[in-house]
């Protein structure tokens, strides 16, 4: 298993403002992973944080207004940009390894944009 | 649309009872994985099932895969308040660990 820590835990920020979440894992994993969640739902995958390389984008979001940094395999970072109320959300980081991938999530973020 | 169904979409008993929560879909899967999540927490892996036809037990929780391993159920026996939370089913359609989750089944137990 994998220990996440998320920072900050929740933030209120202004719309036009950008906000960078940072995630922290206490051991070496192979990927890492970021979602959005409105409370109470499911939740969507917003990228692949790629150790290295650039993340891998799902179909809806774009890396000018989700940029992710990965410098190393137990850190990552993702910055909402220039916020509107629609980003209000719940931001969950993960990690995965093993051959099942069983994966295990950080507290989450809870942002609003007023 | 959604690979996973999850059905109901919320669950309220009384402590004591028992209550079944479902994951289907139309594609086989290597894994299936249950999560359950408190308000304010991340997901928490309850169990993941990989064998066709498996039935694993986490104490008063029962989980099976399908034979065809297309879908999977929860059973929680004499449940808890504890017990109250949002479980989510997920899959790996691609076995490259991007996992996609089910809409989720909030479960209320009151005392």
């Known amino acids: 298993s994998a220990v996440i820590s998320q920072k900050p835990s929740r933030d209120i920020c202004q719309r036009g403002t950008s906000l960078t979440i940072q995630c922290q894992v206490d051991?070496?994993?192979?990927?890492m992973f970021w979602y959005r969640q409105q409370p109470g739902q499911s939740l969507t995958l917003i990228a692949t944080?790629?150790?290295?390389?650039?993340?891998?984008?799902e179909s809806g979001f774009v890396i000018d207004k989700f940029p992710i940094s990965r410098p190393n395999l137990t850190f990552s970072t993702l910055t909402v940009s220039n916020m509107s109320p629609e980003d209000s959300s719940i931001y969950l980081c993960?990690?995965?390894?093993?051959?099942?991938?069983?994966?295990?999530f950080g507290p989450g973020t809870r942002l609003t944009v007023t | 649309t959604q690979l996973l169904e999850q059905s109901p979409q919320f669950l309220s008993i009384q402590e004591g009872e028992n209550l079944t929560v479902y994951c289907n879909s139309s594609?086989?899967?290597?894994?299936l994985q249950w999560y359950r999540q408190e308000p304010g927490e991340g997901p928490v892996l309850l169990v993941t099932?990989?064998?066709?036809?498996e039935v694993k037990k986490l104490k008063r929780l029962t989980f099976q895969f399908g034979d065809a391993r297309k879908d999977s159920s929860l059973h929680i026996t004499a449940a808890q308040p504890g017990d109250t939370g949002l479980y989510l089913c997920?899959?790996?359609?691609?076995?490259?660990?991007?996992?996609?989750f089910g809409a989720g089944t909030q479960v209320v137990v009151t005392p």
């Open positions: 993960s990690a995965a390894g093993g051959g099942l991938y069983e994966q295990y």
């Open positions: 997920a899959a790996n359609p691609s076995s490259r660990g991007k996992f996609q």
């Open positions: 594609s086989v899967f290597s894994s």
């Open positions: 944080a790629n150790q290295g390389s650039e993340a891998t984008y």
């Open positions: 099932v990989v064998t066709g036809g």
């Open positions: 051991s070496q994993v192979t990927m």
